[in-house]
Every structure is written in structure tokens, then in C-alpha cells.
Nanobody
């Protein structure tokens, strides 16, 4: 199983970024994918997830309406479109996977596989 994140970078407040998680070594149809983030000095938190069994999604309140998670099964990627970014969105973002049914998990203790992360910096 391999998860590789890409798309991080520096963006100004109010800007947008699209993160991508490339999954390999497992059948995406039976897994839930969750994006986590960790800021310096803070605990890692689940941001958004998708249950690939039915496509249902979840978001934490602080990103609701600004972030959108999506799955491209043909490319085996799970993207996180982030808009109206704020400085507090600055973090290392991680992609994770687990065999899971709905509702998809936002708790890191439920996840089996992890990528190495991609840094998102929101700053003027």
C-alpha cells in the first residue's frame, strides 16, 4: 500500500490549492480515505474523508464550505480542493486510508496507512 501526496505550497490568504493523494497497492473501492493535517505544536486532526463504498463525505466544521474532497477512481487519486484559505490552515497535510464503511473516519486511530505529507503554508 502506498499513498503519495502532492500539491502543497505557499499561497496567500483567500487563495486556493488542490492537494492530490495517489493511491496504489490496494482496491480503492473498499477503503475510506481521510485527509489529516498537523500544525506546529498541535495535534493531528482529521479534516475531511470519503467512504468510497458510497461516496459519502465528512468535513470538520472549520473547513465546511471551503474544502471539497473528491475521488477519481480511474486515476486512483483522492483530491482535496481548498479554497478561501486562511493562515490557520497552514499545516502538513496527510492522506490516509483504511478499510471502512460509512461514515468515513476522522479519527487517526482508525487509520491504517499513511502518506508522508505535503506542506501547505498560507501567508501574505
Amino acid at each position: 500500500v502506498q499513498l503519495v501526496e502532492s500539491g502543497g505550497g505557499l499561497v496567500q490568504p483567500g487563495g486556493s490549492l488542490r492537494l492530490s493523494c495517489a493511491a496504489s497497492g490496494f482496491d480503492l473501492r473498499y477503503y475510506a480515505i481521510t485527509w489529516f493535517r498537523q500544525s506546529p505544536g498541535k495535534a493531528r486532526e482529521g479534516v475531511s474523508c470519503v467512504a468510497n463504498s458510497d461516496g459519502s463525505t465528512r468535513y470538520i466544521e472549520s473547513v465546511e464550505g471551503r474544502f471539497t474532497i473528491s475521488v477519481d477512481k480511474s486515476k486512483k487519486t483522492v483530491d482535496l480542493q481548498m479554497t478561501t484559505l486562511k493562515e490557520e490552515d497552514t499545516a502538513v497535510y496527510y492522506c490516509s486510508a483504511t478499510v471502512w464503511d460509512r461514515p468515513c473516519p476522522l479519527d487517526e486511530d482508525d487509520m491504517e496507512y499513511w502518506g508522508t505529507g505535503t506542506l501547505v503554508t498560507v501567508s501574505s
